[in-house]
């Protein structure tokens, strides 16, 4: 009887740790999808800014027509491209260089870099960057709480038996668009 007992209280204590272990994961991974969640709204938040921006821009410095044209074009490429983590960092690094480009012209403006729906503008978009940033910080910081449990023993054994993998962080390939889209004059 009392290894009978033992038998079924290790079976019991295995099947709870294996229901802990599974329901980890699950909110590990949930809480993975919110972090990108948040980021895409940041971007998304960003790319609604932008046009207008070009506008605002556009008015000063009609003849920029290239710079503008190229920040319109990073800009549907970053919403309208491949989702996956890769395609989106190309994309993102594409569009934060395009966006220091454009404010560079603002430097040879001086009506544009005193125009105060410019100025707000800039200053949504630093927000916006900043926002960016901690979501992306966020979004890594869950990334790293995931792979470190599938890697782990014995819960890798269980992320094995239930498919869950490691994500990709979220990284930049350029160190100038690690850095927030500067837009102080």
């Known amino acids: 009887m009392?290894?009978?007992?033992?038998?079924?209280?290790v079976v019991l204590a295995a099947v709870i740790y294996l229901a802990t272990a599974y329901n980890g994961f699950i909110t590990l991974r949930n809480r993975v999808k919110e972090a990108w969640s948040d980021i895409e709204v940041q971007m998304k938040r960003r790319y609604d800014l932008i046009?207008?921006?070009?506008?605002?821009v556009k008015g000063y410095a009609s003849h920029e027509r290239e710079t503008l044209e190229k920040v319109v074009e990073a800009r549907n490429m970053a919403m309208s491209g491949?989702?996956?983590m890769e395609s989106v960092a190309k994309n993102e690094?594409?569009?934060?260089?395009?966006?220091?480009?454009?404010?560079?012209?603002?430097?040879?403006?001086?009506?544009?870099?005193a125009n105060q729906n410019f100025l707000q503008l800039q200053s949504e978009l630093r927000d916006t960057e900043d926002k960016i940033q901690a979501a992306r910080r966020f979004y890594?910081?869950?990334v790293l709480s995931l792979n470190t449990k599938v890697e782990h023993f014995?819960?890798?054994?269980?992320?094995?038996?239930?498919?869950?993998?490691k994500e990709k962080f979220f990284e930049l390939e350029e160190e100038a668009a690690r850095q927030p889209v500067q837009v102080k004059f």
Do not use: C, R
């Open 140 to 142: 890594n910081s869950n």
């Open 93 to 113: 690094n594409i569009l934060s260089g395009t966006l220091k480009s454009l404010f560079a012209l603002s430097e040879s403006y001086p009506d544009l870099k």
């Open 82 to 84: 491949p989702k996956d």
């Open 2 to 9: 009392t290894i009978s007992m033992v038998l079924l209280a």
């Open 51 to 56: 046009p207008n921006l070009v506008e605002t």
């Open 154 to 165: 014995p819960s890798n054994i269980i992320a094995g038996i239930f498919h869950f993998n």
